[in-house]
Structures are given as C-alpha cells and as structure tokens.
C-alpha cells in the first residue's frame, strides 16, 4: 500500500461514514453528561460520529494512530502504520439544536501525533450541508465530490481554486472581546465584503471557498489563544485553503509553520484569499 492509497483509504472511509454519521444525528440531538477535552460539552452525536470513524479509520492498514478532538489521548492502531490521523468528527455540533450545517474534518498526518503542520499529507472534509459533499487537498490539487446515498464519492470539481474576487467574510468570537487592532482590521473588510456566519467553520470555509473572501476565529481578550485546536481543525483547513490557492495565519504566520506542543492546543485561525490575510497580519502586528 503506498502513501497515496493510504490516502485514498482514509477518505473513502471518510466518505463511506458520511451517510451514516448524517442518518444518525436526528436522533442524537441531546447532550451526554461528558464533556470533551477542551472542555465543551458533547453531544450524542459527537461521541456517536467519533466512536464511527475511529474504527473506520483503524483499520486502514497503513494508519497507525487515531486522535480527534473528542479524546483525550492518541488510540493507536493494533498493527503499526506511519500514517496518523487526526479529526474533528462532528466541527460545529452546536449547530445541532438549530438544524444548520455542520462538517466531519480530518488530516492525515506522517508523523506521530500531535506533529507539526508541515508533517500533513492530505486533508479534507464532509460538509452537511442540503447536499453532502466532499472536499479534499492532496499533492497540490483541492477537490470537490458529491457523495451519495451509498457513501461513494463523485467528482463534480477537479481543481478547485480560491475565486479572484472576493466577496464573503464571516469572524468568530463577541466584538468587545477582539483586539482594537483586529476590529479595526474588520471594518475595513466589511466596507468590501458581505458578512457570512453560520456557525460551523467548515460550512464558512466553504463559503470561502466558493465566493472568496476570509473566515477566521481570533485570539479573544479573556482567550488570547483562540477557540479552534491547531491539530484537528487549524492544519487540515489551512492545508484545503493553502492546496487552493489561498492564504492561513495564526495572526503571524501560516497555521502550517506552527508545531502544536499539545494534542488539544488552540490557535487564532484565519483562512482565505491571500490578499486579506495578509493585510490582517500587517493590521495585527501594527
Ligand atoms: P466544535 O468543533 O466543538 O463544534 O467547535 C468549533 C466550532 C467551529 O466550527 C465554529 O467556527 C466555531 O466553533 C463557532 O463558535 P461560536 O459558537 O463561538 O461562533
Ligand atoms: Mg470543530
């Protein structure tokens, strides 16, 4: 098996789960008396999606260990694998309760976990949006599938790329908490774009990648380090933006450049055409 059909494993198997983690979520609107790592509290269907593609996952010959943003520690494989895959089985659960989109990410990391952006050989993620479909980011070509019914994927964009003219913007976090610099920074995109938030990062990404424009959640004043994990949101979704032609930062640099010392570390994220990327950077170190 070589690096790319383990790749092409972990997505089918990505893909396959697709109709059952959406059949199930009706009936697992209701909170568990658990919490997760990080500290929100967990749906059924968060743990229902998670328990679904850690065995999915584990059983890719090649993938040797399973973390996602639901435990608190790596699950290795029984066999060895050198590849290693990090995910956030249910991104934007909250959006539950309101019935709006949510999304399945995962990385596939070739260092053991928790490894350093530059360590990700693929992405991708499963948006449940009216349809499902797929996005995924390997060896420099972003692509988008519609699955189906059956959970095979079928190809409807080959290479995606980030549009020229940007149009939508969405921030995360309340505005007396941001930076006087970052709200700054918002008031000059605002006067550009129009706003886009839903709720679920990989449906505003999405939109992004759609339209154009910047999503980001920033570092707040009572938590400078952000809401979103480094591991399983911040590398695979600034890897999908990067594979597309667009730009990532943690406020200073690529999210890619940043090696988590923690499975459960958070960063600032910010993701979209590279020209407002780089005007936020230039903002927040003015
Ligand atoms: P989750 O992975 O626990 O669902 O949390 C991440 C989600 C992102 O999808 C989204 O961008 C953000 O949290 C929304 O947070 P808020 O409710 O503060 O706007
Ligand atoms: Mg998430």
Known sequence: MTASDTVEAVFKAVAASAPDVRDGLAGRRVYESTDNPTGDRQLAADVYA?????????????????????????????????????CDPLDGSSNLRSNNTMGTLVGVYEEPLPAAGRDLVASGFVLYGPITTMVTAREGTVTESVIGDDGTRR???????????????????????????????????????????????????????TYGGIFGYPGLEDRPEGKLRLLFEGHPIAHIVETAGGGSSDGERSLLESVPESLHERTPLFVGNEEYVDRLEAALSG
């Open 50 to 86: 998670d328990e679904l593609l850690e065995e999915r996952l584990l059983e890719i010959k090649r993938v040797g260990g399973y973390a996602s943003e639901e435990r608190e520690s790596v699950i290795e494989a029984e066999a060895e694998g050198e590849y290693h895959v990090a």
């Open 155 to 209: 190809t409807v964009e080959t290479d995606l790329t980030l549009p020229g003219a940007p149009t939508v913007y969405g921030f995360g976090g309340r505005v007396p908490q941001w930076s006087g610099e970052f709200a700054g920074y918002v008031e000059t995109v605002a006067e550009e774009l129009k706003l886009r938030y839903g709720g679920a990062m990989i449906g505003d990404v999405n939109q992004v990648l």
